[in-house]
C-alpha cells in the first residue's frame, strides 16, 4: 500500500473513530443521564494518563523537555487549555445540547476561524474563494440547525454559541503552536493537553460534586470515548495526515460528521432531510474552497523562495 492510500485511509479512520465517539456521546448524555461537566473531565484525564505512560516508556525524559524552556512551556499551556481542552468540552456541551452530527458539522467550521487568522496575520484580505467558503459555511450551519425551516430551530442558541467557540479553539491549537509541534512529537503534546484539561476542567467544575455513578453501559462508553475518540482517533489522523498533509487530512477528516449524521439517523431517529443533505454539501464545499485556496497560497510561498534562492 503505497503513503497515498494509507494516508487516505488513516485520516478517514480518525474521521470515523470522532464521529462514533461524538455518537457515544449523545447516547450517554440522552439515555443515562451524564453531564458532559462530568463526562469531559474523566475522559481527558484518563486519555492524559494513558499518553504520558506511552510518551514516557517510548521518550523517555523528551516528554519533559517542553517544560525547561519557557516560551515553549506558555505555547504548551496555549495549545493545551484554551486550545484542546476547551475544544472537547464546547464539542461535548454541544451534542449535550443537540446531536452529534450538530455538533460535529459545527467543529467543522474551524478552517473559518484559522483562514481568518493567517489573513490577520499577514495583513491581507480574504481572496474572493475564501468569502465564498465563509458564506457556505454560514448557509450550511443554518441548514443543519434548522432542517431547512427558518421557524423551526433543531439545535439551541446555547449549542450554536458553544459550537463557534469549539471551532474557534480548533483554530488555537492549530495555529499557537508554532514551534514546539515542529520540535516534538505530536503525542508528547496531546499527551500534556489532555492530563492539563482534565485536571483543570475537574477544578473548575468541581466533578467531584456532581453525582453520578456509571453503569456497565456507561463504564463502557467512557472506556470508548476514551480509547476510540481520543487515543485511537487521534494517532490514525495525525498519521494519515504526515501522509498526504493537511489540507487533504481536512476533507478526508469530513468523514467524521457524515459518520455522526449516519449513526443519528438509525440509531436515534435524528431527522435527515435534504435540507440537511444540502448543509453538509455546503460545509463540505468550505473546507474544500480553503484547502485548495491554502496549498495555492503556499505554492507561490515555495515558488517565491526559489526565485529568491
Known sequence: MNRRTAGMLLTVSGGVCWGLSGSMGQYMFSNL?????????????????LMLIYCFARYGKETLKPWTNRTEAIELLLYG???VALCQFTYFLTIQLSTASVGTIMQDLSPVF??????????????????????????GV????????PSNLSANSTALISGVICAFCVMIYNVVPV?????YPVSIMQAWS???????????FRSWRIYYVPDIRGLAGIAFVVVI???????????????????????????EPLTAAVIGV????????????????????MLFLITKARTKAKVKTDQALKRAA
Open 179 to 183: 514551534h514546539i509541534i515542529k520540535k
Open 266 to 285: 438509525i440509531f436515534f431517529r435524528n431527522p435527515f432531510t435534504a435540507a440537511d443533505a444540502a448543509g453538509f454539501i455546503c460545509i463540505f464545499t
Open 33 to 49: 443521564g451524564m453531564d458532559s461537566k462530568w463526562l469531559v473531565p474523566i475522559r481527558l484525564g484518563f486519555a492524559g494518563i
Open 194 to 204: 489532555f492530563a492539563m484539561g482534565g485536571a483543570l476542567l475537574t477544578l473548575i
Open 114 to 139: 484559522i483562514m481568518a487568522a493567517i489573513c490577520l496575520k499577514n495583513k491581507r484580505k480574504p481572496s474572493v474563494r475564501e468569502v465564498v467558503a465563509i458564506l457556505l459555511a454560514l448557509v
Open 142 to 149: 443554518m441548514l443543519v440547525s434548522t432542517h431547512g425551516d
Open 229 to 255: 475518540g481520543n487515543v485511537l482517533a487521534f494517532t490514525a489522523y495525525m498519521k494519515g495526515v504526515s501522509y498526504i498533509g493537511p489540507e487533504k487530512g481536512i476533507l478526508y477528516g469530513f468523514a
Open 81 to 83: 487549555l484554551p486550545g
